[in-house]
């Protein structure tokens, strides 16, 4: 039989050797055993599975990047979609979505509008 001291916070019994060391809230407990892998086969599934982690998360932020570069196309399309357009060659319209996709649409529209304001 396992001699048991009654605790004050929980009222329940707990084995002696369990009240031998203080942990951080107050209590005392008796120090764990320290988690890790100890054999070459454990270290290598870890890795694999971080590894695996990481490419999934790489791969999310390939993803988002992708939907951050394109997120003003709604909004030009529905800003060109009120306005009329006069004639444009395919090689100025290239150039603009270049301007836009390099330097940003606020670069852009300042550059524009200091045109417009000449």
């Given amino acids: 039989m396992i001699k048991t001291v009654l605790t004050g916070d929980s009222g329940q019994h707990q084995p002696w050797w369990i009240i031998d060391q203080p942990s951080p809230k107050g ?33 999310q932020a390939k993803v988002a990047r992708e939907a951050e570069r ?29 301007a836009l996709a390099t330097h940003g649409g606020k670069a852009v529209a300042r550059h524009l509008s200091s045109i417009a304001s000449q």
Avoid: Y
């Avoid at 270290?43 to 791969?59: K, N």
């Avoid at 003003?72 to 270049?98: Q, T």
């Fill in 27 to 59: 209590r005392f407990r008796m120090p764990r055993k320290s988690v890790k892998p100890d054999d070459l086969a454990t270290i290598t599934a870890r890795r694999e599975a971080l590894l695996a982690e990481l490419a999934r998360v790489d791969e």
């Fill in 70 to 98: 394109d997120a003003g196309r709604p909004v030009l399309f529905a800003a060109l979609e009120r306005i009329k357009i006069a004639a444009l060659e395919k090689s100025d319209a290239r150039c603009i979505a270049a």
